[in-house]
């Protein structure tokens, strides 16, 4: 089958993967779309160790072939969005609503593929550059099948750590104000999800300004080119500031931009050893530095929420999807989603 491989030096697309059949506890979906993050590009250029080879691919939807024993929540033919999250279910974080923080869904990558009779990594325990993936049973999520693919793939990721570091993370109040720096496919998420918490003023601040119409479509009240006219805008500061590019100067932006009380958000991913500096004198008027992984989701409630919210109109999914690619396109794809022309880049099969 079809997939794209990470060798170690160089992403390409293959014809000759194979996967596994389902065990226990576990469901066998075919892919039908996926899409492009960051996150992917990211272990390509290193920003992200992990070890090669592996099958790259985060977020996608698909629909159900087969599932192993004790699986009963899904099907086959049913129609799922995938989620990254592998947690155990049983430990104490996940018996608390916290199944992010499992020790158990981090760092314990899986070898469920083979090419050439040798075993090929999983990434982010998912792997959606594929025909087919084998998934903990708790990370398939069943969707209404009036949901198209190519816009379902994305709930697993952009949307889970976006709107979900709002809802959950930031727990954003309703006629509170919010900045988000970087609208890029998590940016766009944290814009919607501030739209949905009821926020009063939603300031996107990104250096390209055509993404100003999209920005707007997703609920930005204001969108800026720099932070440096955030104050125009929020004169004491913003009670949430959303930092959704990994740069470390932005970091520090985002906290200088606190109103008392407020709340700096971190989603984008700088290199494992950046470090990040700021004043320790500002913190003291009740400000807070908030780490966010995976939006502080709970996959099996959330996306069957935010598929919900799709429905009744609430939520955009399809003004997502900039284009669609068939993986043999991979390259094309990677280079558009590197260059800032997409907000999100989906593959299909």
């Known amino acids: 089958m079809r997939g794209v491989v990470f060798d170690g030096k160089r992403a390409e697309v293959v014809d000759d993967l194979a996967v596994r059949d389902p065990g226990p506890g576990e469901v066998l979906v075919a892919i039908s779309a996926a899409g492009l993050c960051h996150s992917d590009l990211s272990v390509v250029d290193g920003t992200i160790p992990f070890p090669a080879p592996v099958v790259l691919g985060h977020e996608g939807a698909g629909i159900v072939e087969a599932v192993g024993a004790g699986v009963g929540h899904v099907g086959p033919g049913d129609h799922v969005a995938l989620s990254t999250l592998a947690n155990c279910g049983t430990c104490a974080q996940c018996d608390r609503g916290r199944p992010t923080m499992c020790r158990q869904a981090i760092g314990r990558p899986r070898k469920p593929f083979t090419r050439a009779g040798s075993a ?23 969707i ?20 979900g570091a709002v809802l959950n993370r930031a727990r954003v109040g309703y006629g509170e104000s919010v900045v988000v720096i970087g609208t890029g496919g998590i940016g766009l998420n944290v814009v919607q999800g ?52 990994g740069r470390v100067e932005l970091i520090r932006q985002a906290i200088d931009l606190l109103d008392r009380h407020g709340q700096a958000v971190l989603l984008g991913v700088p290199p494992a050893t950046a ?24 996959p099996q409630r959330d996306i069957a929420l935010y598929a919900e919210l799709y429905r009744a109109g609430r939520l955009l999914l399809d003004e997502l999807v900039t284009d669609t690619y068939p993986v043999e396109d991979f390259a094309k794809a990677a280079a558009d989603a590197e260059a800032g022309r997409v907000a999100r880049a989906v593959l299909t099969f």
């Open 120 to 142: 090929v990594y999983q990434f982010a325990s998912n792997s959606a550059f594929a025909e087919r993936t084998v998934v903990k049973a708790v990370q398939a999520v069943r």
């Open 275 to 298: 470090e990040a500096s700021f004043l320790v004198s500002s913190m003291y008027l009740d400000k807070s530095i908030l780490g966010c992984r995976y939006g502080s989701s709970r």
């Open 144 to 163: 209404p099948k009036d949901i198209p693919l190519t816009s379902a793939a994305l709930i697993g990721c952009g949307v889970l750590t976006g709107v």
């Open 194 to 245: 501030a739209r949905i918490a009821g926020a009063s003023r939603i300031v996107a601040v990104d250096a390209n300004p055509a993404k100003e119409a999209v920005a707007r479509r997703f609920g930005a009240t204001d969108f800026l080119t720099s932070t440096d006219a955030v104050r125009d805008v929020l004169p004491t500061g913003a009670d949430h500031v959303f930092e959704c590019v």
